[in-house]
């Protein structure tokens, strides 16, 4: 690939900006609210505090191991090829094509009351349509559009909520958002905090994308670090100027149009719409990244072994079918599909994934560096982190319980058969090391 065909460091920053920003503060916000009540600003900061444990591991690695399979290839390159490996390798992709699903529903969800058009099954699934269409053709020209696309989308987005915190803290009350921390209140914390956790997953789509990265040595540790601060800032911001200045009870009862509503009383009704555009723009960001990533992903793994052939590309968005496949299944989840059980297991595995990452990471530590004993903390951390997950799940959504297991075994079975039937495994050497 040509060096002007490569993401810039602000480019990448910006795809992993957006995924983050669009996929919690428009989406779970009022679940946050509910559990964490006025802790909601530090329960952002614990989540962020999880997703630096995981990004220090990410960084060193990413940094060193170049593959658009990102943790994969840092797994492969730890654990070796294995079922375990390509279970895993299953589980992420289907959380890519699970997101695309989400970021769909979400903005037609946003979209159609906005334009006073009555949200119905064939009016949902026709926006539904359009909207993926666009953003898997937007991909299809490559790299470098989606950067530039992202980029613009990001700005505009961040801008309206700038707006939103700057009119915010006008006519703050400090009082409603003051932390609470006896024992109800620090256990919703720590619950939130846990849901949160997902609101900071979007910097993993940097290592997905390391190939197409300019000097990704160098890059993709600062896009890492980057992302996560300058998202956690902006997160601790708006919910400081949400809870101070809207009751508990109306952000819990508004849930995704939280942050519209809030903006009312001190934007009035041109809050609320400029809100609601930046929710549409924050959804579009993550999906554009999302379907990237996605894309990524199905090409780096069938090009290693991993996925069926009819996946894999000679060239860089020449040949498109792992683009389309992520895309088509993304908008067929959308379409028939009730994807609130399935959303509620996606923080499960993808924490399984970073624990995975860490371990690999300890095994590599004396080849790629890393300081062992902060990596075994980490780790340690991260185990007690999916510990409280799948507590949480157990706790108040069994069926989410059950699915994640369904989901772990499934993932092993099918790539049980997979590998007893079609003979394959991943290509180690394609992986690249940058010393």
Do not use: C
Request: no cysteine; net charge positive; charged share 10%.
């Amino acid at each position: 690939m040509k060096k002007d065909k490569k993401l810039s460091l602000i480019e990448v920053i910006s795809m992993a900006v957006g995924t983050m920003i669009g996929a919690s503060i428009f989406s779970i916000f009022g679940l946050g609210a509910k559990i964490a009540g006025n802790d909601l600003p530090e329960a952002f900061i614990l989540s962020g505090i999880y997703a630096l444990v995981v990004a220090y591991s990410y960084a060193i690695l990413g940094g060193k191991i170049i593959s658009n399979a990102g943790p994969i290839a840092f797994i492969l390159k730890g654990l070796g090829d294995s079922i375990v490996t390509g279970a895993l390798s299953i589980l992420m992709w289907l959380t890519y094509v699970i997101s695309i699903s989400l970021f769909v529903k979400g903005f037609a969800g946003y979209l159609l009351p906005f334009i006073h058009i009555e949200p119905t099954t064939l009016t949902i699934g026709i926006v539904e349509v359009i909207v993926i269409s666009f953003f898997t053709a937007l991909n299809f020209f490559g790299s470098k559009s989606v950067g530039r696309a992202e980029f613009y989308i990001v700005l505009v987005k961040l801008l309206i909520l700038l707006v939103f915190i700057l009119g915010g803290f006008m006519t703050i009350n400090w009082g409603m958002a003051k932390p609470s921390f006896d024992t109800v209140h620090t256990n919703g914390l720590l619950n939130a905090s846990i849901i949160f956790f997902l609101s900071y997953m979007g910097f993993g789509l940097i290592t997905n994308a390391s190939e197409n990265i300019e000097n990704p040595t160098k890059n993709v540790p600062l896009a890492i670090y980057i992302s996560i601060l300058f998202v956690m800032i902006f997160y601790i911001l708006i919910s400081l100027v949400t809870i101070g200045n809207l009751p508990l009870s109306d952000i819990i009862k508004a849930q995704e149009n939280a942050l519209a509503i809030a903006a009312k009383p001190f934007l009035g009704n041109f809050g609320f719409i400029l809100i609601t555009i930046g929710a549409l723009f924050s959804i579009s960001s993550a999906l554009n990244a999302t379907i990237f990533g996605g894309a990524n992903i199905a090409y780096s793994l069938a090009k290693d072994g991993e996925l069926p052939d009819f996946f894999e590309r000679k060239i860089w968005f020449k040949s498109t079918e792992g683009l389309y496949i992520t895309a088509g299944l993304g908008l067929l989840f959308a379409l028939f599909f009730d994807l609130g059980a399935i959303a509620s297991i996606t923080s499960t595995i993808f924490t399984v994934i970073y624990i995975f990452v860490l371990i690999s990471h300890l095994r590599l530590q004396k080849e790629y560096g890393g300081n062992k004993i902060l990596i075994s903390i980490n780790l340690t951390i991260l185990v007690v982190v999916f510990a409280a997950l799948i507590k949480y799940q157990w706790d108040t959504q069994k069926s989410a319980f059950y699915a994640s297991i369904f989901t772990f075994f499934g993932a092993i079975i099918v790539e049980y058969l997979y590998r007893k039937l079609g003979k394959r495994k991943f290509n180690t050497h394609k992986i690249n090391k940058k010393n």
